[in-house]
């Protein structure tokens, strides 16, 4: 119950925070925008279901971005406003404080994502014909929860660094590459698929891509079986995303303990 | 007159030098490095693959030339707008403008270590853009090449700092930064030419210097010469925005450090 109240009270803060000053919401909304644009701009001659594949890899760019920027910063900001040893000292242990900050992220991020679409939909007039609108908000909120668990995972390494910010921002390209949100991973080269099958979004995208209506021949399961398979595979896609969830937060949990130890042992944790 | 430049110079100098050791005094080298040789293979890679897969079988190597182009961007924008944030951020803003020192070589002077950054970034990015994508370099004009490389850079960074300007009155650079970041992408002619965007949008594309560089980069890999005229054209222009930003950013620097000493702004962030 004290952990529950300590992630609840988190959660409350970092909601605070972000309503004190949104405009923060920009840098974790402009990259998959603006990328969204200039891949629908690069789509001008295609037309259809192509342009929807890539307006629904920006919505997942746009959570993805949101849960990189605010795992990397979450913690980088706390030693920029001098509070970090403070946080780490409370009974409750770190997981919980940096949980209840990781779901508030999540939330904005689906919101990020959700604005990337609408704005996509309205200002070039995709039609968001979804096949299975059951199914591609349960994919939806699914992928929301495997990002937190991601977020979490993500969280735990920035402790040790001061320098959170700069690999935050050296890691979105790559994400966006390994996770295949606007191609099909096939065209990478082998050996980066398990890279790619590691990241949880890669499987969500799969699943929102399909309950949206899209065949399974461009399907991450094409790669993995390599052939078009016969029929749809969102059940599969989405316990990937659950299983995949499930190891973060126990690989995070581990790392919480060692990086919560390394921490008091060397007394660098408040180093700017 | 003599005197003035000598002071001039030396502040510039010092200011220069004093930022690449406060770069480092916090960015560990080996970070510094990962970022020169990651940010420019995965830019490349991201628009490579995308295009890969809405055109397959065309030629990639507008597509390539653009990014690498870009790619300068992590440094020559994102960086240099937040030099006046992170002087806000650090506390040190009040005491660097209560010194007599001239601001406009100050400023300049911070911002000259990422013109040499943003040089090896591109030289990377083009490594790659051979080595990893495939570009066709059998035609080049590497002399023009690189005189294109080092005009962008500069004007680049002469873009960031009117943007860095603004930032004596902003709360934080951070979002501008983020912004500019990667409205290259979308207006400079990276990935498609300027003429696929929508006609009301196109001036914008004209006022950033990037876009005639990334124009004059794919030129001189075709093997134009630098006395070719387009070329010379695309370069002046360049330059010309390049100094008409810095010189409005000057303007703003002045006009919102007025305004933050009138209302007590300057060390709000």
């Known amino acids: 119950m004290p952990r529950l109240r300590a992630m609840t009270a988190s959660f409350r803060q970092q909601a605070f925070h972000f309503l004190s000053a949104p405009s923060w919401l920009i840098p974790n909304i402009i990259a998959p925008f603006v990328i969204t644009m200039v891949v629908l701009l690069m789509y001008q001659e ?3 279901p192509a342009i ?3 307006v629904l890899g920006g919505g997942m760019m746009g959570m993805w971005g949101n849960t990189l920027y605010a795992s990397g910063y979450s913690i980088q900001s706390e030693r920029w406003w001098g509070t970090i040893e403070a946080v780490l000292v409370v009974p409750s242990s770190l997981i919980w404080i940096i949980a209840g900050r990781t779901i508030w992220n999540a939330l904005i991020g689906v919101v990020n994502g959700l604005l990337v679409l609408v704005i996509a939909v309205v200002a070039f007039g995709v039609p968001m014909d979804i096949a299975d609108p059951f199914m591609f908000i349960v994919s939806f909120l699914m992928t929301m929860f495997s990002l937190a668990a991601l977020g979490l995972l993500f969280s735990s390494a920035f402790v040790l660094t001061r320098q959170a910010g700069v690999l935050t921002n050296g890691l979105e390209f790559p994400i ?3 996770s295949g949100c606007l191609f099909p991973i096939i065209l990478l080269p082998g050996w980066a698929h398990p890279l790619s099958m590691s990241l949880a979004p890669t499987w ?15 399907s991450i399961w094409a790669t993995v079986l390599g052939a078009s398979p016969d029929a749809g595979f969102i059940l599969l896609d989405l316990a990937m995303v659950a299983l995949l969830a499930i190891v973060y937060i126990a690989v995070a949990v581990i790392l919480f303990r060692v990086v919560e130890k390394q921490a008091r042992l060397t007394g660098e944790l408040g180093r700017v | 007159m003599n005197a003035n430049v000598m002071q001039f110079s030396r502040v510039f100098w010092s200011s220069a030098v004093i930022a690449k050791k406060a770069l480092f005094s916090w960015l560990n ?3 510094w490095l990962m970022q020169l040789f990651t940010m420019s293979l995965f830019q490349i890679a991201m628009f490579w693959y995308i295009a890969q897969y809405v055109n397959p079988g065309q030629s990639l190597d507008y597509i390539i030339v653009g990014n690498a182009m870009q790619s300068i961007a992590y440094v020559a924008v994102f960086a240099v707008t937040n ?15 209560v010194t007599p020192a001239n601001r406009f070589a100050m400023f300049v002077g911070k911002a000259m270590f990422q013109v040499l950054n943003s ?3 591109v030289a990377v990015a083009f490594f790659y853009a051979i080595v990893v994508f495939g570009l066709d370099f059998s035609s080049v004009d590497l002399l ?22 603004m930032g004596f009155y902003l709360r934080t650079t951070m979002v501008l930064a983020n912004i500019f970041l990667f409205m290259g992408l979308l207006f400079c002619g990276v990935n498609f030419p300027v003429s696929d965007l929508p006609e009301f949008l196109q001036p914008i594309s004209y006022a950033i210097p990037m876009t005639y560089g990334t124009d004059a980069a794919r030129m001189a890999v075709e093997g134009a010469s630098l006395t070719d005229p387009a070329i010379m054209s695309l370069l002046g222009s360049e330059l010309l925005v390049a100094a008409v930003a810095v010189l409005i950013g000057y303007a703003i620097m002045l006009a919102f450090e007025r305004l933050a000493r009138r209302k007590g702004t300057l060390e709000m962030f």
């Open chain 2, 119 to 121: 040089m090896a970034t």
């Open chain 2, 29 to 31: 080298p080996s970070l």
């Open chain 1, 176 to 178: 966006y590459v390994a």
């Open chain 2, 83 to 97: 030099i006046t944030g992170e002087e806000k951020e650090s506390g040190t803003l009040p005491a660097v403008l």
């Open chain 1, 46 to 48: 295609v037309t259809g």
């Open chain 2, 144 to 165: 023009t090449l690189a005189v294109v490389i080092a005009v962008t850079c500069f004007a680049t960074v002469g873009f960031g700092l009117m943007l860095s300007s």
């Open chain 1, 52 to 54: 929807l594949y890539a």
């Open chain 1, 204 to 218: 969500g995208i799969d699943a929102i891509r399909e309950a949206a209506g899209f065949s399974p021949e461009d």
